[in-house]
């Protein structure tokens, strides 16, 4: 069965950096894209970021652009989300999930999540 | 950037009951619409996909439906583990995916 595990949360000061982890298995990692999605302390979800099965590409929010990276290592079955210059407002639980491709047509691709992890919890407070 | 709204934010509802959420977009996203539900503590699920697929395990109980900005989740017969926030995402213009601020499922 599909499994994400994520680690690497904690408490960080403001300005500061923290590298999240999720180890995949299950699935066929390198075949699939994968997301980071977050929540807030009794907020909603929000999007950050998604690379794509190659890593060829890679979106951000806007609201972490500049700051937070996104990667993989396809022999490890494993994402990564760096981030830094973290803020108070990205306090949050931080979700790796992975993509779906629903179909495909002229215009693109269209994918959600399937599965997702049970989350990290990054505090940024000094 | 697609917004989408859910409402209401909190409905209340007895055991046996039927529940309608709704999820609006702010321009058509066509049937590239998500359902997930998260219970407190746990990472979201995915439920519906297309609009109107269930996933996989999902109970028949669960429908989807709607198409271009207006659509509707409905839980055809309240259990007591369907108690729960549910939130609807587009996934037709990307970046980014969008989600509503979500429903909660309480009882009544």
């Known amino acids: 069965q599909v499994q994400l595990v994520e680690s690497g949360g904690g408490v960080v000061q403001p300005g500061g950096s923290l590298r999240l982890s999720c180890a995949a298995s299950?699935?066929?990692?390198?075949?699939?894209?994968l997301h980071w999605v977050r929540q807030a302390p009794g907020k909603g979800l929000e999007w950050v970021t998604f690379i794509r099965f190659d890593g060829s590409n890679k979106y951000y929010a806007d609201s972490v652009k500049g700051r937070f990276t996104i990667s993989r290592d396809n022999s490890k079955s494993t994402l990564y989300l760096q981030m830094s210059s973290l803020r108070a407002e990205d306090t949050a639980v931080y979700y790796c999930?992975?993509?779906?491709?629903?179909?495909?047509?002229?215009?693109?691709?269209?994918?959600?999540?399937?599965?997702w992890g049970q989350g990290t919890l990054v505090t940024v407070s000094s | 950037e697609i917004v989408m709204t859910q409402s209401p934010a909190t409905l209340s509802v007895s055991p046996g009951e039927r529940a309608t959420l709704s999820c609006r977009a702010s321009q058509s996203v066509s049937s590239n619409l998500a359902w997930y539900q998260q219970k407190p503590g746990q990472a979201p699920r995915l439920l519906i996909y297309g609009a109107s697929t269930r996933a996989t395990g999902i109970p028949a109980r669960f429908s989807g439906s709607g198409s271009g900005t207006e659509f509707i989740l409905t839980i055809s017969s309240l259990q007591s583990e369907d108690f729960a926030v549910y939130y609807c995402q587009q996934y037709n213009n990307w970046p980014p995916w969008t989600f509503g601020q979500g429903t909660k499922v309480e009882i009544k």
């Open positions: 299950g699935f066929t990692f390198s075949s699939y894209g």
């Open positions: 999930a992975k993509d779906l491709t629903a179909y495909y047509d002229s215009s693109g691709y269209y994918s959600f999540f399937d599965y």
